[in-house]
Protein backbone atom coordinates (compact mmCIF):
# COMPACT_ATOMS: atom_id res chain seq x y z
CA UNK A 1 0.00 0.00 0.00
CA UNK A 2 0.93 3.64 -0.09
CA UNK A 3 1.49 5.69 2.84
CA UNK A 4 1.67 9.73 1.63
CA UNK A 5 4.27 11.36 3.39
CA UNK A 6 3.81 15.46 3.68
CA UNK A 7 7.30 16.36 1.65
CA UNK A 8 8.66 16.92 -1.25
CA UNK A 9 11.46 14.63 -2.76
CA UNK A 10 13.43 17.61 -3.44
CA UNK A 11 12.97 21.70 -3.00
CA UNK A 12 11.08 23.79 -5.09
CA UNK A 13 10.93 27.16 -4.51
CA UNK A 14 10.10 29.39 -7.59
CA UNK A 15 9.83 32.96 -6.86
CA UNK A 16 8.55 33.98 -9.97
CA UNK A 17 5.44 32.61 -11.93
CA UNK A 18 6.22 32.18 -15.68
CA UNK A 19 3.50 30.49 -17.78
CA UNK A 20 5.37 29.97 -20.84
CA UNK A 21 7.63 27.39 -18.94
CA UNK A 22 4.47 25.93 -17.27
CA UNK A 23 3.11 25.45 -20.97
CA UNK A 24 6.06 22.93 -21.46
CA UNK A 25 6.82 21.61 -18.49
CA UNK A 26 3.84 19.89 -18.28
CA UNK A 27 4.51 17.57 -20.57
CA UNK A 28 6.51 15.89 -17.93
CA UNK A 29 3.22 15.90 -15.85
CA UNK A 30 0.79 13.93 -18.74
CA UNK A 31 2.74 13.70 -21.51
CA UNK A 32 4.21 10.51 -23.48
CA UNK A 33 7.45 10.66 -21.59
CA UNK A 34 6.05 12.63 -18.48
CA UNK A 35 6.08 11.37 -14.85
CA UNK A 36 2.62 9.96 -14.54
CA UNK A 37 3.25 7.42 -17.26
CA UNK A 38 6.35 6.42 -15.80
CA UNK A 39 4.50 5.62 -12.04
CA UNK A 40 2.12 3.92 -14.22
CA UNK A 41 4.20 1.85 -16.30
CA UNK A 42 6.51 0.17 -13.37
CA UNK A 43 3.83 -0.37 -10.71
CA UNK A 44 1.93 -2.45 -13.26
CA UNK A 45 4.51 -4.21 -14.51
CA UNK A 46 5.65 -4.82 -11.19
CA UNK A 47 2.58 -6.72 -10.28
CA UNK A 48 3.41 -9.49 -12.32
CA UNK A 49 7.24 -9.70 -12.45
CA UNK A 50 8.46 -13.02 -11.32
CA UNK A 51 11.86 -11.98 -10.92
CA UNK A 52 11.92 -11.20 -6.68
CA UNK A 53 14.96 -8.48 -7.51
CA UNK A 54 12.75 -7.18 -10.59
CA UNK A 55 9.50 -6.98 -8.54
CA UNK A 56 11.17 -5.00 -6.08
CA UNK A 57 13.05 -2.82 -8.05
CA UNK A 58 9.81 -1.73 -10.42
CA UNK A 59 7.95 -0.79 -7.16
CA UNK A 60 10.84 1.36 -5.64
CA UNK A 61 11.11 3.03 -9.16
CA UNK A 62 7.79 3.42 -9.72
CA UNK A 63 6.86 4.66 -5.62
CA UNK A 64 9.95 7.28 -6.57
CA UNK A 65 8.34 8.11 -10.11
CA UNK A 66 5.14 9.28 -7.57
CA UNK A 67 6.88 12.01 -5.73
CA UNK A 68 8.53 12.87 -9.20
CA UNK A 69 4.72 13.98 -10.60
CA UNK A 70 4.63 15.92 -7.54
CA UNK A 71 7.89 18.09 -7.39
CA UNK A 72 6.69 18.61 -11.36
CA UNK A 73 3.19 19.60 -10.00
CA UNK A 74 4.56 21.65 -7.21
CA UNK A 75 6.15 23.54 -9.95
CA UNK A 76 3.70 24.23 -12.19
CA UNK A 77 1.60 25.38 -9.44
CA UNK A 78 4.10 27.74 -8.57
CA UNK A 79 4.92 28.98 -12.01
CA UNK A 80 1.54 29.81 -12.38
CA UNK A 81 0.57 30.92 -8.84
CA UNK A 82 -1.54 34.32 -8.32
CA UNK A 83 -1.76 34.68 -12.84
CA UNK A 84 -5.19 35.65 -14.34
CA UNK A 85 -7.41 35.21 -17.08
CA UNK A 86 -5.48 38.07 -18.58
CA UNK A 87 -1.69 36.88 -18.15
CA UNK A 88 -3.90 33.13 -19.51
CA UNK A 89 -5.15 35.40 -22.54
CA UNK A 90 -1.19 37.07 -23.38
CA UNK A 91 -0.08 33.61 -23.39
CA UNK A 92 -2.70 31.76 -25.45
CA UNK A 93 -3.78 29.32 -23.06
CA UNK A 94 -7.32 30.58 -22.82
CA UNK A 95 -8.47 27.10 -24.21
CA UNK A 96 -6.81 25.67 -21.36
CA UNK A 97 -8.28 28.35 -19.03
CA UNK A 98 -11.53 27.03 -20.35
CA UNK A 99 -11.43 23.33 -19.78
CA UNK A 100 -9.59 23.35 -16.53
CA UNK A 101 -9.40 27.16 -14.97
CA UNK A 102 -6.34 27.36 -12.77
CA UNK A 103 -6.41 23.69 -11.61
CA UNK A 104 -3.31 21.36 -13.32
CA UNK A 105 -4.58 18.46 -16.16
CA UNK A 106 -2.41 15.51 -17.35
CA UNK A 107 -1.62 16.28 -20.97
CA UNK A 108 1.44 17.38 -23.22
CA UNK A 109 2.87 20.13 -24.37
CA UNK A 110 0.87 20.04 -27.41
CA UNK A 111 -2.30 19.73 -25.06
CA UNK A 112 -2.59 15.57 -25.41
CA UNK A 113 -4.67 14.11 -22.32
CA UNK A 114 -3.09 11.92 -20.90
CA UNK A 115 -3.14 8.32 -22.45
CA UNK A 116 -2.54 4.92 -21.69
CA UNK A 117 -0.82 3.76 -24.94
CA UNK A 118 1.92 5.67 -23.40
CA UNK A 119 2.72 2.71 -21.95
CA UNK A 120 2.98 -1.06 -22.57
CA UNK A 121 3.02 -4.44 -20.41
CA UNK A 122 3.64 -7.06 -23.12
CA UNK A 123 4.14 -10.53 -20.97
CA UNK A 124 7.51 -10.79 -21.58
CA UNK A 125 10.79 -9.58 -18.67
CA UNK A 126 13.22 -8.87 -21.40
CA UNK A 127 10.62 -6.70 -23.64
CA UNK A 128 9.47 -4.92 -20.37
CA UNK A 129 12.62 -3.90 -19.20
CA UNK A 130 13.69 -2.77 -22.79
CA UNK A 131 10.39 -0.52 -22.63
CA UNK A 132 11.88 0.64 -19.53
CA UNK A 133 14.50 1.64 -20.73
CA UNK A 134 13.67 3.34 -23.75
CA UNK A 135 10.91 5.20 -21.28
CA UNK A 136 14.09 6.56 -19.33
CA UNK A 137 16.12 7.75 -21.93
CA UNK A 138 13.14 9.75 -23.47
CA UNK A 139 12.27 11.69 -20.33
CA UNK A 140 15.85 12.39 -20.11
CA UNK A 141 16.05 13.73 -23.37
CA UNK A 142 12.89 15.80 -22.95
CA UNK A 143 14.18 17.17 -19.59
CA UNK A 144 17.14 18.22 -21.31
CA UNK A 145 15.27 20.25 -23.84
CA UNK A 146 12.96 21.77 -21.09
CA UNK A 147 16.68 23.04 -19.15
CA UNK A 148 17.77 24.54 -22.26
CA UNK A 149 14.39 26.46 -21.93
CA UNK A 150 14.68 27.31 -17.87
CA UNK A 151 15.71 31.27 -17.45
CA UNK A 152 16.51 30.47 -13.95
CA UNK A 153 18.30 28.22 -11.13
CA UNK A 154 14.87 28.02 -9.23
CA UNK A 155 13.49 26.03 -12.26
CA UNK A 156 16.92 24.34 -13.86
CA UNK A 157 17.86 22.70 -10.22
CA UNK A 158 14.76 20.76 -10.00
CA UNK A 159 15.37 19.52 -13.60
CA UNK A 160 18.89 18.69 -13.43
CA UNK A 161 18.14 16.78 -10.36
CA UNK A 162 15.15 14.68 -11.94
CA UNK A 163 17.38 14.59 -15.62
CA UNK A 164 19.90 12.15 -13.66
CA UNK A 165 17.65 10.10 -11.84
CA UNK A 166 16.26 8.75 -15.71
CA UNK A 167 20.27 8.31 -16.00
CA UNK A 168 20.13 6.30 -12.47
CA UNK A 169 16.44 4.47 -13.26
CA UNK A 170 18.18 3.48 -16.70
CA UNK A 171 21.39 2.33 -15.16
CA UNK A 172 19.19 0.37 -12.47
CA UNK A 173 17.07 -1.33 -15.62
CA UNK A 174 20.24 -2.35 -17.90
CA UNK A 175 21.66 -4.00 -14.81
CA UNK A 176 18.44 -5.86 -14.46
CA UNK A 177 18.17 -6.67 -17.84
CA UNK A 178 21.60 -7.74 -18.27
CA UNK A 179 21.58 -9.74 -15.32
CA UNK A 180 18.76 -11.79 -16.73
CA UNK A 181 19.47 -12.18 -20.28
CA UNK A 182 23.05 -13.72 -18.44
CA UNK A 183 20.97 -15.99 -16.26
CA UNK A 184 18.55 -16.97 -19.08
CA UNK A 185 21.82 -17.69 -21.51
CA UNK A 186 23.01 -20.36 -17.94
CA UNK A 187 20.43 -22.39 -18.11
CA UNK B 1 27.26 7.55 -22.93
CA UNK B 2 29.25 5.26 -20.53
CA UNK B 3 26.52 2.35 -18.51
CA UNK B 4 28.09 0.68 -15.77
CA UNK B 5 27.21 -2.91 -15.23
CA UNK B 6 26.65 -5.79 -12.40
CA UNK B 7 29.90 -7.25 -12.01
CA UNK B 8 31.62 -3.38 -12.25
CA UNK B 9 29.72 -2.32 -9.42
CA UNK B 10 30.70 -5.66 -7.39
CA UNK B 11 34.12 -4.08 -6.73
CA UNK B 12 34.98 -3.69 -3.22
CA UNK B 13 35.96 -0.36 -4.09
CA UNK B 14 32.38 0.81 -4.63
CA UNK B 15 32.21 4.75 -3.03
CA UNK B 16 29.27 6.77 -2.41
CA UNK B 17 28.74 10.75 -2.24
CA UNK B 18 27.99 12.54 1.12
CA UNK B 19 23.92 12.91 1.48
CA UNK B 20 24.31 16.68 0.15
CA UNK B 21 26.05 16.14 -2.07
CA UNK B 22 24.07 13.21 -3.52
CA UNK B 23 20.70 15.44 -3.25
CA UNK B 24 22.27 17.47 -4.73
CA UNK B 25 23.61 16.17 -7.99
CA UNK B 26 20.57 13.02 -7.43
CA UNK B 27 22.98 10.82 -7.70
CA UNK B 28 24.82 8.49 -5.12
CA UNK B 29 27.51 6.60 -7.22
CA UNK B 30 30.28 9.28 -8.22
CA UNK B 31 30.99 7.02 -11.17
CA UNK B 32 27.36 7.06 -11.93
CA UNK B 33 27.08 10.96 -12.57
CA UNK B 34 26.40 12.56 -15.78
CA UNK B 35 25.90 16.17 -16.14
CA UNK B 36 24.17 17.94 -18.74
CA UNK B 37 26.44 20.42 -20.88
CA UNK B 38 27.98 22.76 -17.88
CA UNK B 39 25.13 23.21 -15.89
CA UNK B 40 26.45 22.81 -12.29
CA UNK B 41 23.73 21.78 -9.72
CA UNK B 42 24.21 23.98 -6.33
CA UNK B 43 22.81 23.13 -2.99
CA UNK B 44 20.35 25.71 -1.68
CA UNK B 45 21.61 28.31 0.72
CA UNK B 46 19.80 30.61 2.62
CA UNK B 47 17.50 28.28 4.39
CA UNK B 48 15.09 29.13 7.09
CA UNK B 49 15.52 26.73 10.06
CA UNK B 50 12.82 24.82 8.83
CA UNK B 51 13.41 24.40 5.30
CA UNK B 52 17.37 23.18 6.56
CA UNK B 53 15.50 20.55 8.65
CA UNK B 54 13.50 19.32 5.51
CA UNK B 55 16.92 19.39 3.46
CA UNK B 56 18.06 17.14 5.76
CA UNK B 57 15.20 14.62 5.74
CA UNK B 58 15.43 14.61 2.10
CA UNK B 59 19.08 13.81 1.37
CA UNK B 60 18.84 11.15 3.93
CA UNK B 61 15.85 9.97 2.49
CA UNK B 62 16.79 10.43 -1.16
CA UNK B 63 20.58 8.34 -0.10
CA UNK B 64 18.33 5.83 1.26
CA UNK B 65 16.02 5.04 -1.50
CA UNK B 66 18.51 5.17 -4.21
CA UNK B 67 20.95 2.64 -2.40
CA UNK B 68 17.12 0.71 -1.97
CA UNK B 69 17.50 0.37 -5.52
CA UNK B 70 20.92 -0.84 -5.88
CA UNK B 71 20.66 -3.18 -3.05
CA UNK B 72 17.42 -4.72 -4.86
CA UNK B 73 19.92 -5.60 -7.16
CA UNK B 74 22.50 -6.32 -4.79
CA UNK B 75 21.38 -7.32 -1.66
CA UNK B 76 24.72 -8.85 -0.25
CA UNK B 77 26.40 -6.04 -0.92
CA UNK B 78 27.45 -4.87 2.43
CA UNK B 79 29.17 -2.25 2.05
CA UNK B 80 26.05 -0.40 0.44
CA UNK B 81 24.14 -1.99 2.90
CA UNK B 82 26.10 -0.13 5.77
CA UNK B 83 25.76 3.24 4.26
CA UNK B 84 22.34 2.54 3.83
CA UNK B 85 22.09 2.32 7.47
CA UNK B 86 23.81 4.96 8.59
CA UNK B 87 21.31 7.10 6.40
CA UNK B 88 18.77 5.26 7.55
CA UNK B 89 19.35 5.78 11.34
CA UNK B 90 20.23 9.72 10.54
CA UNK B 91 16.51 10.08 8.47
CA UNK B 92 15.21 8.94 11.50
CA UNK B 93 16.59 11.21 13.89
CA UNK B 94 15.73 14.14 11.56
CA UNK B 95 12.23 13.17 11.10
CA UNK B 96 11.55 13.01 14.15
CA UNK B 97 13.03 16.53 15.13
CA UNK B 98 10.92 17.86 12.14
CA UNK B 99 7.97 16.31 13.39
CA UNK B 100 8.24 17.42 17.22
CA UNK B 101 8.92 21.07 15.90
CA UNK B 102 6.56 21.28 13.13
CA UNK B 103 4.01 19.16 11.77
CA UNK B 104 3.76 15.36 11.36
CA UNK B 105 5.28 13.99 8.22
CA UNK B 106 2.79 10.97 8.00
CA UNK B 107 -1.29 10.24 9.76
CA UNK B 108 0.83 7.11 11.42
CA UNK B 109 3.71 9.24 13.23
CA UNK B 110 3.88 9.15 16.32
CA UNK B 111 3.49 13.13 16.90
CA UNK B 112 -0.25 12.87 15.39
CA UNK B 113 -1.44 11.21 19.01
CA UNK B 114 0.23 14.55 20.67
CA UNK B 115 -2.01 17.25 19.15
CA UNK B 116 -5.03 18.42 17.50
CA UNK B 117 -5.49 16.85 13.63
CA UNK B 118 -3.01 18.53 11.64
CA UNK B 119 -3.64 17.92 7.65
CA UNK B 120 -5.74 20.53 6.55
CA UNK B 121 -4.32 23.18 8.20
CA UNK B 122 -1.77 24.24 5.44
CA UNK B 123 -0.08 22.89 2.82
CA UNK B 124 2.96 24.78 3.30
CA UNK B 125 4.84 21.43 4.25
CA UNK B 126 5.25 20.52 0.27
CA UNK B 127 7.49 23.31 0.09
Aim: glycine content about 4%; some cysteine.
Amino acid sequence: MFEYEKRLAYPIKISKPDLEMAKVIISQYGGPQGELAAALRYLNQAHTAKDPRMKALLVDIATEEFSHIEMIAEMLTQLTKGLTIDDYRKANMLPYYTEHGFDLYYESSTNLPFRAEYISAVGDELANLSEDMAAEQKARAVYEHLIDQAKTDEVRMPLLFLRQREVVHFNRFKEMFDILEKEKKQK
Amino acid sequence: MQHYNYFQYEKPNLNFEKPDRALTLGNTFPLEYEGYKNYVPTTPNNLTEKEALMWDIQKYAFVCNDLGLYLDLHPTDMKALKYYNENLEKLTKVKEEFERRYYPLTKTSKEIMRRPWPWINDFEGLK
